[in-house]
């Protein structure tokens, strides 16, 4: 019988959050990309991702046996990722589509956290999971700009595979024995098939962009690597649903840095929608 999983931390607490700015500082990398081909600039961070992880390869162990079935199957789901990733962002705006998949993700973990891993967040706990979420999905809408239903559609659809390569990593992570030896094979391994993909469908001209843009690229994928490392290990130290909420709080982090650094506008909206992640996590505490 497993060991019950405790509330959050304050460790845990500030420890999730951290992967949250590093969230959003590697996607905000990739808006203020010149480039302008969000696939290729996605693939650089992908492909730094993996380089990292192998350069940590030797400095962690194997995972436990049990864990190999969950890297596997996380991998073809993150696959599943990054296609709808790019669907969302061909048929909608950055701004629009990534608050939606981030946002309405947590929702879904919590619902099918409790079914699959009986960890049914406290009357606290799920008001504050739906204040964050609610609070980032707000900072998707912008009065006076209207978007396509399509982008809508795809970035809900990649919600729905962010909650299941969540439940599916938690799993792993706590089968591992090693959090940083699961999280570590797995980015190693995950990003592998879709860089096969690109440079499958994108040929030559793919590799010379990623060739060009390997600084952007290696320093991504430092930061998309230590994030999703420490969300892992959070993940086997809290509620998953309570950890993939207050990892969202990237978009936040995103929205401010970009009303920051790229001189985007922040808004009554976005003020209201950061209050609620705000309040959200202080009843995540509670």
């Given at each position: 019988m497993?060991?019950?999983?405790?509330?959050?931390?304050?460790g845990?607490?500030?420890?999730?959050?951290?992967?949250?700015?590093?969230?959003?500082?590697w996607?905000?990398?990739?808006k203020?990309?010149?480039?302008?081909?969000?696939?290729?600039?996605?693939?650089?961070?992908?492909a730094?991702?993996?380089?990292?992880?192998?350069?940590?390869?030797?400095?962690?162990?194997?995972?436990?046996?049990?864990?190999?079935?969950?890297?596997?199957?996380?991998?073809?789901?993150?696959?599943?990722?990054?296609?709808?990733?790019?669907?969302?962002?061909?048929?909608?705006?950055?701004?629009?589509?990534?608050?939606?998949?981030?946002?309405?993700?947590?929702?879904?973990?919590?619902?099918?956290?409790?079914?699959?891993?009986?960890?049914?967040?406290?009357?606290?706990?799920?008001?504050?999971?739906?204040?964050?979420?609610?609070?980032?999905?707000?900072?998707?809408?912008?009065?006076?700009?209207?978007?396509?239903?399509?982008?809508?559609?795809?970035?809900?659809?990649?919600?729905?595979?962010?909650?299941?390569?969540?439940?599916?990593?938690?799993?792993?992570?706590?089968?591992?024995?090693?959090?940083?030896?699961?999280?570590?094979?797995?980015?190693?391994?995950?990003?592998l098939?879709?860089?096969?993909?690109?440079?499958?469908?994108?040929?030559?001209p793919?590799?010379?962009?990623?060739r060009?843009?390997?600084?952007?690229?290696?320093?991504?994928?430092?930061?998309?690597?230590?994030?999703?490392?420490?969300?892992?290990?959070?993940?086997?130290?809290?509620?998953?649903?309570?950890?993939?909420?207050?990892?969202?709080?990237?978009?936040?982090?995103?929205?401010?840095?970009?009303?920051?650094?790229?001189?985007?506008?922040?808004?009554?909206?976005?003020?209201?929608?950061?209050?609620?992640?705000?309040?959200?996590?202080?009843?995540?505490?509670?």
């Amino acid at each position: 019988m497993t060991a019950p999983i405790p509330e959050l931390s304050p460790g845990i607490t500030l420890a999730v959050l951290g992967a949250g700015v590093l969230h959003a500082g590697w996607n905000a990398l990739l808006k203020s990309a010149r480039g302008g081909d969000a696939m290729l600039d996605t693939a650089s961070v992908v492909a730094g991702s993996s380089a990292c992880a192998l350069l940590v390869l030797p400095l962690v162990p194997l995972p436990a046996p049990a864990a190999w079935k969950f890297v596997a199957a996380s991998s073809l789901v993150h696959f599943a990722y990054y296609a709808t990733l790019a669907q969302a962002y061909r048929t909608g705006d950055l701004s629009f589509a990534y608050p939606l998949m981030r946002g309405s993700a947590p929702l879904l973990v919590a619902v099918l956290g409790g079914v699959l891993l009986n960890e049914l967040p406290g009357a606290h706990a799920m008001a504050g999971i739906a204040l964050i979420c609610a609070g980032i999905v707000s900072i998707a809408f912008v009065p006076g700009r209207r978007h396509p239903p399509a982008a809508a559609g795809w970035a809900f659809a990649n919600a729905a595979v962010i909650a299941t390569y969540t439940l599916i990593d938690a799993s792993g992570a706590r089968a591992s024995g090693n959090a940083a030896a699961y999280a570590t094979w797995l980015i190693f391994i995950e990003g592998l098939p879709f860089l096969a993909w690109i440079a499958w469908r994108r040929g030559a001209p793919a590799l010379d962009y990623l060739r060009c843009g390997w600084r952007r690229g290696v320093l991504g994928g430092m930061g998309s690597f230590a994030a999703y490392g420490i969300v892992l290990y959070a993940m086997t130290r809290a509620p998953v649903a309570a950890v993939a909420a207050l990892r969202e709080t990237s978009v936040l982090f995103a929205a401010l840095i970009g009303a920051l650094w790229l001189r985007e506008g922040f808004g009554a909206v976005r003020i209201a929608g950061a209050a609620s992640v705000v309040i959200g996590i202080a009843a995540l505490r509670l």
